[in-house]
């Protein structure tokens, strides 16, 4: 496959992702003088399991916590909230108990690991009898996400323990045992969660990785360099092409977990994981190794632009906003940015020509690439604090809002079978996405002039957040405990913002209560007919408004210029059902309105 020089800046716009703001003449990276803190959380600055692992300790019940939370938000959004999950009946029997288990995982969870094929796991009684301790590591980690198997989940704790003990004993494994083995230990790792206490999810990494290198997967590139020189055509199902995919999934989720939880990546972007597409190009239509080089594509993105912006950007996970030289201007802007993307989205295009549209894989490719645009573009505000605003910082800030709802956007377009795989995610996936509602609530707290027109983003925000506290089987569950996150953050942004716009009516009425300098000849001169400032209306005149604003490339909902007090006029009562003079509830139920067609201003799915 021919290679493409990275264009580290464009003049032009990508085509498929328009600039959805105006830029102003310049832009750079705002500076803060002194060691001011920045004002908003990034994933440089912020692990984004650092807010789940709090709610998770927190000693107030969990159900009391959460509808307390939407009540204040459906008190004021005037919509309906989730559905409680209705319990599941207890075990009858073990085998029984593993014959679900195993079916859950093969039509609901092994989509998460990229590239495992689910014909592998049909014969289940074939595994039991010939590969048990790879049967009861899926059942450890299927329990996690179907409730009333916690006794079976406890029974084989200690199991599992010693699994991961006795992984480094293995003298005398085939290739097929070897695999078989690596299987158990990925499962275990992609679905571990992070605060579990037997097995830790720092041992089950440990354990994964090192057995990896035990058996060499971090050399299995060399074999597949071999069968491509020699004409072989590659095969998915070769042991030796096998142990190089497993070892790239390595690779990708070690990404994942580093982000969330700010570490370190364990395993360094070497030649073989550089060479991936190349050497993979002749399975890119496969459908598993597609999924699986998507998620590289993705990740290399960070090495792309780290070879122009140095380690700040790709080292996460080290402090350096305290420590940087005031007067120092960043080497890379958001076009850099924008361009790297780009880029890979091109070569992953040209290996992948067929549209993926709004299917489950479309959408996981969607994801991938639009949480790491959001997350390096984080970046350029890192010394944005709160004493050195200028319109530059302020268009940099509300372009990653953009970014951040570009990713809770995808939401819109998952439908219920997708809402329904959503509870089988790995918690990183849930995290990040919660991070990205914390960052855009943030914002609007933080400049809630220029986020005025806030009520779709809260209903967006609404939905996620429900959606993931309705699919939470337990507290140990990352999706609810991130949903519940969502939730009460969500809400203290709904009340910081409705304070603010009842204490600036307060003042108005206290300036109208003052005495009149008027003169006393009331016709001495006729009043001057002041102009009513009213909020947008709801319905089809809506979309049609919308339909001709994105003909704008310019055009943005975060960035629409209208004062909040401009908004707040037009509140004729305080009925809470009407916030922001939407009401909410007519919104979600009118069938002439559209809203993903509405609110999605993100750029569509591409191939």
């Keep these: 496959m021919p290679t493409r020089k990275l264009p580290l800046r ?9 600039l959805l703001m105006s830029p102003p003449e310049t832009l750079h990276t705002p500076i803060s003088s002194g060691a001011d ?4 959380a990034t994933i440089y600055t912020t692990s984004p399991y650092a807010e789940v692992e709090k709610i998770r300790k927190e000693s107030r019940p969990r159900n009391q916590t959460h509808h307390e939370d939407l009540a204040v938000i459906e008190s004021i959004l005037h919509s309906s909230g989730g559905q409680d999950l209705d ?19 093969r039509e609901k969870m092994i989509q998460t690991i990229s590239i495992l094929d689910p014909n592998d796991f049909m014969d289940v009684d074939r595994l039991m ?21 916690q006794g079976y989940r406890e029974r084989t704790k200690a199991y599992i323990t010693d699994f991961l003990q006795a992984s480094f004993d293995h003298q005398h494994q085939t290739d097929a045992e070897q695999i078989r083995t690596m299987e158990s230990l990925m499962i275990l790792y992609a679905f571990a969660p992070s605060t579990i206490s037997t097995p830790s999810f720092a041992f089950v990494r440990a354990a994964c990785e090192a057995y990896a290198t035990k058996i060499a997967l971090h050399r299995s590139v060399d074999a597949v360099k071999q069968l491509v020189a020699s004409g072989i055509e590659l095969s998915r199902n070769d042991l030796k092409v096998k142990r190089y995919l497993y070892w790239i999934w390595l690779y990708v989720i070690s990404h994942h977990r580093s982000l969330v939880r700010r570490i370190p990546p364990t395993i360094p972007t070497d030649d073989s994981i550089q060479n991936a597409p190349i050497l993979l190009e002749s399975l890119g239509q496969d459908k598993f190794v597609g999924r699986l080089l998507c998620e590289l594509h993705s990740r290399l993105i960070w090495d792309d632009i780290g070879r122009k912006g140095g380690k700040a950007l790709t080292e996460w996970w080290a402090e350096r906003h305290g420590v940087v030289n005031p007067n120092e201007v960043s080497v890379v802007a958001m076009e850099d940015i924008d361009a790297a993307v780009a880029y890979r989205r091109d070569q992953l295009r040209a290996l992948r020509p067929r549209k993926l549209g709004f299917t489950p894989e479309g959408i996981s490719t969607e994801y991938h690439f639009r949480l790491a645009h959001f997350c390096l573009s984080t970046h350029l ?4 604090t709160a004493h050195n605003i200028d319109p530059s910082a302020l268009y940099t800030v509300r372009r990653c809002v953009d970014l951040a709802m570009d990713v809770l956007n995808l939401s819109h377009n998952i439908g219920p079978l997708g809402k329904e795989a959503f509870r089988f995610q790995p918690g990183f996936v849930c995290v990040s996405i919660s991070f990205c509602i914390a960052f855009v609530l943030q914002a609007i707290q933080a400049f809630p002039d220029h986020f005025p027109n806030t009520q779709f983003i809260f209903m967006v925000i ?8 309705d699919t939470a089987v337990d507290q140990t569950h990352d999706c609810g405990a991130a949903g519940r996150a969502n939730i009460r953050q969500l809400r203290i942004t709904i009340e910081a913002l409705r304070n603010r716009r009842l204490r600036e009516q307060e003042r108005l009425a206290s300036q109208s209560r003052r005495p009149s300098m008027a003169p006393s000849n009331a016709t001495e001169h006729a009043p001057i007919p002041m102009p009513s400032a009213s909020m947008p209306p709801s319905g089809p005149d809506v979309q049609e408004s919308h339909r001709q604003e994105t003909h704008d490339p ?30 909410y509830e007519e919104l979600i139920l009118d069938p002439a309105f559209n809203f993903p067609d509405f609110f999605n201003y993100a750029p569509q799915i591409s191939s």
Excluded: N
């Excluded at 464009?10 to 328009?18: A, F, Y």
């Excluded at 803190?37 to 908003?40: A, F």
């Excluded at 319990?87 to 995982?105: G, K, R």
């Excluded at 009898?129 to 198997?149: E, M």
């Design 87 to 105: 319990e599941d009946v207890s075990i009858s029997a073990e085998h029984t108990a593993q014959l679900i288990m195993m079916c859950v995982f």
């Design 37 to 40: 803190p920045p004002i908003l």
């Design 462 to 469: 609404k939905r996620i957040g429900s959606m993931m506290t």
């Design 381 to 384: 505000i890192l010394r944005v």
């Design 129 to 149: 009898t010939h590969h048990p301790d790879l049967v009861t590591c899926i059942c450890y980690a299927t329990t996690r996400y179907i409730s009333g198997y």
């Design 10 to 18: 464009r003049d032009t716009e990508w085509s498929s992702e328009p």
């Design 554 to 583: 310019t055009h943005s909902m975060a960035q629409q210029q209208v004062p909040w007090i401009a908004t707040t006029e037009s509140f004729h009562t305080d009925d809470m059902g009407h916030f922001g003079g939407f009401d």
